[in-house]
């Protein structure tokens, strides 16, 4: 009887480590994963391959877009700030305006990005 209670004990600390080992495989394999999504993202954005493993981090000044990428980053900073507006956070919000504003102040979205901030900030008054 005790050598019975024995090996299940023995099968059951063997599925739960295989459980373990498994769930650990099948994480690693979702976070290649969503680096590769991001990958391909920014680089469909952006038109330049970025890598993600081999690269250390980026400095926080970021150097100038070239002229062909600034219309495709206005867009996804003025649609960035929206979305946090849409989702709640106008703090968030408001900052990436103001960066899309400091960073093309001549932008086809900066009146919008302007009468955005200013309805952001009076929800922030209001929150």
């Known amino acids: 009887m005790k050598g019975m209670f024995l090996l299940g004990l023995l099968v059951s600390a063997l599925a739960a480590a295989g459980v373990v080992w498994y769930s650990v495989r099948r994480f690693k394999e979702r976070q290649l994963a969503e680096e590769a999504r991001l990958a391909s993202f920014l680089a469909a954005t952006t038109g330049k391959a970025k890598f993600v493993e081999s690269q250390p981090l980026a400095p926080l000044a970021e150097p100038p877009p070239a002229a062909g990428e600034d219309i495709s980053l206005q867009k996804l900073l003025f649609e960035s ?27 086809t979205f900066a009146g919008q990005a302007r009468a955005a901030v200013e309805a952001q900030k009076k929800k922030l008054v209001k929150a």
């Open 81 to 107: 700030a929206h979305k946090a507006g849409e989702a709640g956070e106008p703090a968030l919000s408001i900052q990436l305006y103001a960066r899309l504003l400091a960073r093309y102040p001549a932008s």
